[in-house]
């Protein structure tokens, strides 16, 4: 049985927490503590969030230096493309090729270097037939930033030599954690990244199915989607690896970011051939999508009635052309 004297103590020690809670002292521990606790809950909230905005606009700034790379390699002249890429492996620099090329109406980058390379201006739009050597992506880099002696044109991308240059490059891939920019020292182990920019390619698209030169620029519709955003491709930013529409995953931000996905909430990126980033909202069909992948789909739609409705973002031309 219980004392009686115990129930007595129960009201006691409720009555003694109660006139403590009346203490004004208490009360504005406990309301200041709460407010506390609210105030990091969305301190966290807004720093996650400034987080993610930061790294798309990190992530549009890459895409955009992409469609200009693009557009400069595709509208330089030959010969000082080839003198381009060629001082680029030698360290020197000649600066933006927007300020000093010779324009022409000129082809795409080939989605995969072959050895032997070509040499010379007759043989610039054609491809080895050997071992595959690098994709468009380092022919872009190569093109258009310089990579000094820290990278062989002439050898795999692989190769012991490129690896340890390659991967300070994040022109191609999302930045390190806490780290936004397209440069940075790697750690020892670190890996090559993987590629977030991929091409649309396969029979009648603008970079073609490698057997043909991928399409000159002034013969691609302004509609056409070049280059899609992924975000978990599975391959190295400078290995040969693209989407074929034969074989590509026809979804949207799926769960395995195989297809065209990104690591951002709500889209992803595209680049079209008149050089516009837009963001597309991860609600656009797959089927709308690929309305603009072949130059024959692009002339026939309107990207702005098909696309326009789901564009959450837009980066204007870079240039208008020669």
């Given at each position: 049985m219980i004392p009686e004297h115990d129930s007595g103590l129960s009201t006691d020690r409720s009555t003694a927490r109660c006139r403590a809670w009346r203490r004004p002292s208490v009360k504005w521990v406990c309301v200041l503590s709460i407010g506390i606790?609210?105030?990091?809950a969305v301190a966290i909230y807004l720093g996650r969030a400034a987080s993610q905005r930061r790294m798309r606009r990190e992530t549009t700034q890459k895409f955009f230096w992409i469609a200009r790379g693009?557009?400069?390699?595709?509208?330089?002249?030959?010969?000082?493309?080839l003198e381009r890429l060629e001082s680029s492996s030698r360290g020197s620099s000649t600066g933006s090729l927007s300020q000093n090329a010779s324009w022409r109406d000129g082809h795409l980058p080939f989605t995969m270097r072959r050895e032997p390379l070509p040499r010379g201006s007759a043989s610039y739009t054609s491809n080895g037939d050997g071992e595959p050597l690098y994709s468009w992506r380092c022919t872009l880099l190569f093109f258009m930033a310089g990579v000094g002696d820290t990278v062989k044109l002439d050898e795999p991308w692989y190769s012991s030599v490129n690896t340890g240059g390659l991967k300070r490059y994040r022109f191609f891939s999302y930045a390190k954690p806490g780290d936004f920019h397209s440069y940075s020292e790697p750690t020892a182990n670190e890996?090559?990244?993987?590629?977030?920019?991929?091409?649309i390619t396969g029979p009648g698209t603008a970079f073609g199915d490698m057997n043909e030169p991928p399409k000159l620029m002034r013969d691609l519709p302004p509609d056409i989607i070049l280059v899609v955003?992924?975000?978990?491709s599975g391959i190295p930013w400078?290995?040969?690896?693209?989407?074929?529409?034969?074989?590509?995953?026809?979804?949207i931000n799926a769960s395995d970011g195989k297809g065209i996905s990104s690591c951002h909430a709500g889209g992803f990126h595209v680049i079209f051939a008149?050089?516009?980033?837009?963001?597309?909202?991860?609600?656009?069909?797959?089927?709308?999508?690929?309305?603009?992948?072949?130059?024959?789909?692009?002339r026939n739609h309107d990207r702005e009635k098909v696309l326009g409705p789901y564009a959450l973002d837009r980066v204007p031309k870079v240039r208008s052309g020669p």
């Open positions: 606790l609210a105030a990091s693009l557009e400069d390699y595709s509208y330089t002249d030959a010969t000082l493309a890996a090559v990244p993987d590629a977030i920019a991929l091409a955003e992924v975000r978990a400078p290995a040969p690896g693209d989407f074929d529409i034969r074989t590509m995953p026809q979804t008149d050089r516009q980033v837009w963001f597309l909202s991860e609600e656009v069909p797959f089927d709308l999508v690929k309305k603009f992948f072949t130059i024959a789909d692009a």
